[in-house]
């Protein structure tokens, strides 16, 4: 049974940093490409970041390109999304998923987390 766990959100004033972490279990976690994916309050989910199975590819939407990073470690079985200059627009609920597309971010039958609130403002 594949198991993910999310962790590091938190509150944050604009401008501050987070990094989250995703570990899973239950699945051969190099043979998959892992995302991130947030949900607004009253919005759609939209794909955030992925990363592939070595690391060497990475898909980030436009509204966090240069300041979010995505990275894996997979001796761990855990990805990362170090989230720096936050800003209010960030704040959501984000989701772990695994099998994303680094092409477009896109979901692909992915296994979804519980969801990590991330929150900034003044």
């Known amino acids: 049974q594949v198991q993910i766990a999310e962790s590091g959100g938190g509150s944050v004033q604009p401008g501050e940093s987070l990094r989250l972490s995703c570990t899973v279990t239950g699945l051969i976690f190099d043979d998959n490409t892992m995302g991130w994916f947030r949900q607004a309050p009253g919005k759609e989910r939209e794909a955030v970041s992925c990363i592939s199975w070595s690391g060497s590819m990475t898909y980030y939407s436009d509204s966090v390109k240069g300041r979010f990073t995505i990275s894996r470690d997979n001796t761990r079985n855990t990805h990362y999304l170090q989230m720096d200059n936050l800003k209010p627009e960030d704040t959501a609920m984000y989701y772990c998923?695994?099998?994303?597309?680094?092409?477009?971010?896109?979901?692909?039958?992915?296994?979804w987390g519980q969801g990590t609130q991330v929150t900034v403002s003044s």
């Open positions: 998923a695994t099998d994303c597309s680094t092409y477009n971010g896109d979901a692909i039958s992915s296994i």
